[in-house]
């Protein structure tokens, strides 16, 4: 039975001959993250999310809306309306469409229509938060996406009310035209206040002293 290290110096005094013993290394014993390295990872995700912005309102106005005009002779749905709509337009463009193609236009606003407002406000949300450093900038830039993803899930469900009852309510059509505009007005100010805030990021990165 091999003797430890203290009953050897006990047996043989000063002449013990005792192995090295080291501590086995620490694994990950230091985790350095830079900020420049969390600014990059951030910026990845601000960058995905653009692309992915891009895509869905490509992908819903450009494309399915765009391809429902079949479904109608020809007449936009009220979504591309950038500067609303009446109610006559509304009475004739439901004149147009079936059951099911109305039901079609429901199924885009929950799907597409709901998945562009939620992935453009959180994108932009963050595109604004990576770049505005002082916080009551970055809060005045954020209401313009808030209150687009708002007003534009709000304007969906309201352009189904509209288009549902046979004759077409004045009432629900000013509502959901007035918010259709107002969803396509807060979009544009997002998308300035994006710029505004990227200028801004890159206004700070050059006053921001390097490290040697």
């Given at each position: 039975?091999?003797?430890?290290?203290?009953?050897?110096?006990?047996?043989?005094?000063?002449?013990?001959?005792?192995?090295?013993?080291?501590?086995?290394?620490?694994?990950?014993?230091?985790?350095?993250?830079?900020?420049?390295?969390?600014?990059?990872?951030?910026?990845?995700?601000?960058?995905?999310?653009?692309?992915?912005?891009?895509?869905l309102f490509w992908y819903l106005h450009l494309l399915t809306l765009n391809q429902m005009t079949q479904l109608s002779g020809g007449l936009a749905m009220p979504d591309?309306?950038?500067?609303?709509?009446?109610?006559?337009?509304?009475?004739?463009l439901r004149a147009a469409m079936d059951d099911d193609a109305r039901g079609q236009l429901g199924y885009v606003h929950k799907t597409?229509?709901?998945?562009?407002?939620?992935?453009?406000?959180?994108?932009?949300?963050l595109l604004i938060g990576t770049n505005v450093a002082v916080k009551t900038v970055r809060w005045a830039l954020w209401m313009a996406p808030i209150l687009f993803v708002?007003?534009?899930?709000?304007?969906?469900?309201?352009?189904?009310?509209?288009?549902?009852?046979?004759?077409?309510?004045?009432?629900?059509?000013?509502?959901?035209?007035?918010?259709?505009?107002?969803?396509?007005?807060?979009?544009?100010l997002s998308l300035m206040a994006g710029g505004a805030a990227v200028f801004l990021g890159r206004r700070d990165a050059r006053r921001r002293p390097r490290l040697p």
């Open positions: 039975m091999a003797k430890t290290p203290a009953q050897r110096i006990k047996k043989h005094g000063s002449k013990a001959t005792v192995p090295a013993h080291q501590l086995p290394p620490v694994i990950n014993s230091t985790t350095s993250r830079s900020p420049q390295k969390a600014q990059g990872n951030s910026n990845l995700i601000v960058v995905a999310g653009v692309v992915a912005s891009l895509f591309s309306l950038v500067g609303g709509f009446s109610t006559e337009y509304v009475g004739q597409a229509g709901t998945l562009f407002p939620l992935i453009f406000g959180f994108s932009w949300l708002i007003i534009r899930l709000w304007a969906n469900a309201a352009v189904d009310a509209a288009l549902a009852p046979a004759t077409p309510d004045a009432s629900a059509v000013a509502a959901a035209s007035a918010l259709t505009v107002g969803g396509w007005v807060l979009l544009f």
